[in-house]
């Protein structure tokens, strides 16, 4: 998207902003799906809903074919209203209460046992086909908040001590039907290593239930992770991505003797690099040791850089030339409310607009009304003409649901 285009957005929507280019979403898809070409078994892609909820953008994404993977009641229900077919959703928490498991249930989606102690749980609900969500173990070699297979992690029946085929044999005895196993290893990977040692190690814990339990799996999730360029990384392609499971996958079902469908879960790849968060320069402040551009968003429209100290890179829209050092400032009252660091950019001024990128996914999904800020529109841009997707909150919405008392 060109500056002239975000400009007259940002003039029209007001800022902060979200946009997304909605044909670099298309195209993400178009890519992710062309890299299984040839794949030794069939494939079906589930989007990671956490990555981005926006129901535009999910419906730009369920109409490319693809399933969705959710992890709350609230991403399920915004899978059905995007169009998801209830056999292409998987439902992958970690923690589910009975009223999770039941909205499931009776969705007819696709479920995941990450305890034992759920079974019991979809029993009673009715539930009688199941998959497995296992931890195997293994190193993403990512960012340690975002690296979900190690021995301490929160996710998954662990292989060690046979905590997960136990878990798969109660499930049989309760009278459950497995269908399924699934691991997700972390996010923003982009070591391949780690992706071909998890296929492994999932290829052959389907060899033992196949043999010690007589089960003959439907499908094996192997999850997403695939890293994007945010600074000067080397891009981690899909067809690397599909490569690192492609032998694995094949020798596996050699050893099974059937082919069970391989599913992925891509989240980040399909949208982050779509995504822009536009700022307004509130004014430019200049301290002893440096200067701060001051603009009107902060962690609470993109939490990326304060929580896992990302990096996204920055520009002034419109604007070329000799450059200075700034940080970029949020203006919520915390320390830690910097959205870039020592960034070299064209001389800021008051009323410039600030663009972040690479913002398409964990961006608006983690925004919160942190300092009682307002949340941010999206607008969705797609043939080069710009929607408004989300209406921007007002002060008044953040009080829409409390209450008050005269006897308090």
């Not at 994404?61 to 399920?76: M, P, R, Y």
């Not at 759920?118 to 195997?136: D, L, M, Q, S, T």
């Not at 290593?193 to 814990?205: L, P, R, S, Y």
Request: aromatic share 10%.
């Amino acid at each position: 998207m060109d500056d002239s285009l975000l400009k007259s957005i940002a003039g029209k929507y007001g800022t902060p902003l979200y946009v997304y280019d909605g044909d670099l979403v298309l195209e993400r898809c178009r890519q992710f799906k062309n890299a299984f070409k040839g794949f030794p078994v069939k494939v079906k892609f589930c989007y990671a809903v956490k990555a981005n909820t926006s129901l535009a953008i999910l419906k730009l994404i369920q109409n490319q074919g693809f399933g969705a993977d959710v992890v709350s009641a609230g991403e399920l229900d915004a899978a059905l209203n995007a169009g998801f077919k209830p056999s292409d959703i998987i439902y992958t928490s970690n923690s589910k209460s009975d009223e999770d498991i039941k909205a499931a249930v009776k969705a007819k989606i696709n479920i995941t046992i990450d305890n034992a102690a759920e079974i019991e749980a979809v029993e009673k609900a009715g539930g009688r086909k199941v998959a497995f969500r296992v931890n195997p173990d293994v190193d993403a070699k990512t960012h340690p908040k975002v690296s979900t297979a190690l021995s301490g992690s929160k996710f998954g029946l662990h292989f060690t001590n046979d905590i997960a085929f136990n878990a798969v044999k109660k499930a049989v005895q309760a009278g459950l039907q497995p269908v399924g196993i699934h691991c997700h290893i972390g996010s923003n990977i982009k070591d391949a290593t780690a992706f071909t040692e998890a296929a492994g190690k999932m290829m052959d814990f389907a060899v033992r239930l196949k043999k010690e339990l007589d089960i003959k799996l439907d499908f094996i999730d192997f999850g997403g992770g695939l890293g994007v360029q945010y600074k000067d990384e080397i891009a981690f392609t899909p067809e690397q991505f599909a490569g690192a499971y492609k032998s694995a996958v094949a020798e596996g079902v050699k050893k099974l003797g059937y082919a069970p469908e391989a599913w992925f879960e891509p989240g980040r790849f399909i949208v982050a690099e779509a995504g822009i968060v536009l700022a307004k320069v509130n004014n430019v402040k200049e301290t002893p040791a440096k200067k701060f551009v001051n603009v009107d968003c902060g962690f609470n429209v993109l939490v990326r850089p304060a929580m896992y100290d990302a990096y996204h890179k920055v520009g002034v829209v419109g604007k070329n030339g000799e450059q200075e050092t700034y940080d970029i400032a949020g203006y919520l009252c915390e320390s830690g409310d910097i959205l870039a660091k020592d960034r070299a950019l064209p001389k800021v001024v008051k009323g410039d607009l600030i663009k972040i990128q690479n913002a398409g996914a964990y961006g608006f999904s983690m925004a919160s009304n942190y300092n009682s800020q307002p949340l941010p529109a999206e607008v969705l841009v797609k043939g080069g003409k710009a929607h408004l997707i989300r209406k921007r909150q007002t002060i008044k919405d953040l009080y829409e649901r409390q209450l008050t008392h005269s006897d308090l």
